[in-house]
T-cell receptor, first 115, second 111 residues
Framework: DTGVSQNPRHKITKRGQNVTFRCDPI?????LYWYRQTLGQGPEFLTY????????KSRLLSDRFSAERPKGSFSTLEIQRTEQGDSAMYLC?????????????FGPGTRLTVL | TQLLEQSPQFLSIQEGENLTVYCNSS?????LQWYRQEPGEGPVLLVT?????EVKKLKRLTFQFGDARKDSSLHITAAQPGDTGLYLC???????????FGQGTTLQVKP
């Protein structure tokens, strides 16, 4: 399968714990994005990378959230001191930018539940 | 702040009926993408439109981008139960990588 993969698919944690999610993009794609989706809503942008560089971060990304893409391939999203409000689906997407379009292909997501 | 508003939010129809989903904004987008999402899965890209007035067809689905590139529509002809899902529109601008998503339209097609 050559699509975007995410691990784990589901994560249940207790409030205050740290969690880390991994995203493996489509291999030739240079951009990688993180979004968050809550029930009944469309995805909300969190951050994105072009190769190793983190180019934009949303105001939604508090200082408890950090994302890395160390070698321009896979990415990790860490949430420290989780809160119940962090419960959501975390989606990763990748793209090979050909302006003016930036077609983003999504992974299956990681469902986080904070108890 | 760029916003995309989708309507209707919920749609329940019988198999064989036609339907249209609308995606509207006061902002101009360089591209508009439509996705379909199943419960517990990530969105799957259906189509991208980039030119004002552009129309694209994907089997029974017809997508249109408004002349001013501020709005779009998705029309489904003779809906089938397999069309059931959450339909999302998302706008992109050339100066940033992020997509702005609408809140989605949940479509249920009953046999």
């Amino acid at each position: 399968d050559t699509g975007v993969s995410q691990n784990p698919r589901h994560k249940i944690t207790k409030r205050g714990q740290n969690v880390t999610f991994r995203c493996d993009p489509i291999s030739e794609h240079n951009r990688l994005y993180w979004y968050r989706q809550t029930l009944g809503q469309g995805p909300e942008f969190l951050t994105y990378f072009q190769n190793e560089a983190q180019l934009e971060k949303s105001r939604l990304l508090s200082d408890r959230f950090s994302a890395e893409r160390p070698k321009g391939s896979f990415s990790t999203l860490e949430i420290q001191r989780t809160e119940q409000g962090d419960s959501a689906m975390y989606l990763c997407a990748s793209s090979l930018v050909v302006l003016p379009t930036d077609e983003q292909f999504f992974g299956p997501g990681t469902r986080l539940t904070v108890l | 702040t760029q916003l995309l508003e989708q309507s209707p939010q919920f749609l329940s129809i019988q198999e064989g009926e036609n339907l249209t989903v609308y995606c509207n904004s006061s902002s101009v987008f360089s591209s508009l993408q439509w996705y379909r999402q199943e419960p517990g899965e990530g969105p799957v890209l259906l189509v991208t439109v980039v030119t004002g007035g552009e129309v694209k067809k994907l089997k029974r689905l017809t997508f249109q981008f408004g002349d001013a590139r501020k709005d779009s529509s998705l029309h489904i002809t003779a809906a089938q139960p397999g069309d059931t899902g959450l339909y999302l529109c998302a706008g992109g601008t050339s100066n940033t990588g992020k997509l702005i998503f609408g809140q989605g339209t949940t479509l249920q097609v009953k046999p």
